[in-house]
């Protein structure tokens, strides 16, 4: 995942993206009573400068021609960084999540991202799953579950390609309003 993230090996999407439809497939079928939207945490500013690409939202591109999907449509533009987050994030250490443990990386990211109007029309009452490469601490998806919920999306869950271990004990799921 690293190789395919930080240093540009994206041929490696042809083995990470069926992965990645594995376990979308797996979390639609288990929590989704209809298609939902699928939503990528957004890139931060330093991410996008530092990368060629979008690494979630490329292998979430790469299902679109697949049976994977199975009707969840990936949804752009409903999410955002908060302009302090974003702030934060272009100074050196300051946005990476890396070597921080979950209280860390929760505080780190409260108010961080936000709906964009068009979030706020068509998120109401629609069934959301979130996708990300990587689960450590839970802390992302908490964050995207907390500003989801409260405009008014029903998040269903999350598909992770991987999950990392999780420094100084406890789940990575614990306490983020998923299972």
Same mark, same amino acid.
């Given at each position: @995942?690293l190789g395919? #993230?930080?240093h540009?090996?994206i041929?490696?999407? %042809?083995?990470?993206?069926p992965?990645? $439809?594995?376990? /979308?497939?797996?979390?639609?079928n288990?929590?989704?009573?209809?298609?939902?939207?699928?939503?990528?945490p957004?890139?931060?500013? #330093?991410a996008? @400068?530092?990368?060629?690409? +979008?690494p979630v939202?490329?292998?979430?591109?790469?299902?679109?021609?697949s049976? =994977?999907l +199975? $009707?969840?449509?990936p949804?752009?533009?409903m999410?955002?960084?908060?302009?302090q987050a974003?702030?934060?994030?272009?100074?050196?250490?300051?946005g990476?999540? #890396?070597?921080?443990?979950? +209280?860390? %990386?929760?505080?780190?990211?409260?108010? =961080?991202f936000?709906v964009?109007d068009? $979030?706020?029309?068509e998120?109401? $009452?629609?069934? /959301?799953?979130?996708?990300d490469?990587v689960?450590?601490?839970g802390?992302t998806?908490?964050?995207?579950?907390? /500003?989801?919920t409260?405009?008014? =999306?029903?998040?269903?869950?999350?598909?992770?390609?991987?999950?990392?271990e999780? %420094?100084?004990?406890?789940?990575?799921?614990e306490?983020?309003?998923?299972?």
């Open positions: @995942m395919f #993230k930080d540009e090996r041929p490696l999407d %042809r083995v990470l993206a992965a990645l $439809g594995r376990a /979308v497939a797996s979390a639609r288990e929590l989704c009573g209809e298609p939902p939207l699928i939503l990528a957004p890139t931060s500013l #330093k996008r @400068m530092r990368r060629s690409h +979008d939202r490329h292998l979430v591109g790469r299902l679109e021609s049976s =994977a +199975d $009707g969840a449509q949804a752009e533009g999410l955002a960084q908060r302009s974003a702030a934060l994030g272009t100074l050196p250490g300051g990476r999540q #890396k070597g921080r443990g979950l +209280d860390d %990386r929760r505080r780190r990211l409260i108010g =961080a936000r964009t068009r $979030g706020r029309q998120l109401p $009452g629609r069934q /959301v799953l979130l996708v490469d689960l450590t601490t802390a998806i908490h964050a995207l579950y907390e /500003v989801l409260e405009a008014g =999306a029903d998040v269903r869950g999350a598909a992770v390609m991987a999950a990392a999780v %420094r100084r004990g406890g789940d990575a799921s306490g983020s309003g998923l299972e």
